[in-house]
């Protein structure tokens, strides 16, 4: 990935993915004080093999979901580098919340 989309890209593109899951999610439920809590994030970051900065793309997500959603945004998180994303994306990112009944 370094040769292709540098740090800074990669997390803007990492950021803007929390934010369109954060508008899915509004979307969806109508209103995001519905979540009660946010469990885990999982980042997948396009990287050569190697690549030591996972960690650092995917924390923007993370702080996006504390900022919005203070305690109920913190997470157990998870960022993993893979060879091959679909579309040659330079990152997927998949989240478990739960809601409020």
Do not use: C
């Not at 997390?11 to 979307?27: D, K, P």
């Not at 109508?30 to 999982?42: F, H, K, N, P, Q």
């Not at 190697?50 to 997470?75: C, K, M, W």
């Amino acid at each position: 990935m370094p040769d292709v989309v540098s740090l800074a890209e990669a997390q803007e593109s990492a950021r803007l993915t929390g934010l369109a899951m954060i508008a899915a999610l509004r979307t969806e439920l109508g209103d995001l004080d519905r979540v009660e809590a946010w469990l885990t994030i999982s980042g997948y970051v396009n990287a050569a093999e190697g690549y030591p900065q996972t960690t650092a793309v995917i924390n923007p997500v993370s702080e996006l979901v504390l900022e919005i959603f203070g305690d109920a945004g913190r997470h157990a998180r998870t960022a993993i580098g893979v060879s091959a994303l679909p579309l040659n994306l330079p990152v997927i990112v998949a989240a478990e919340l739960t809601l409020k009944s």
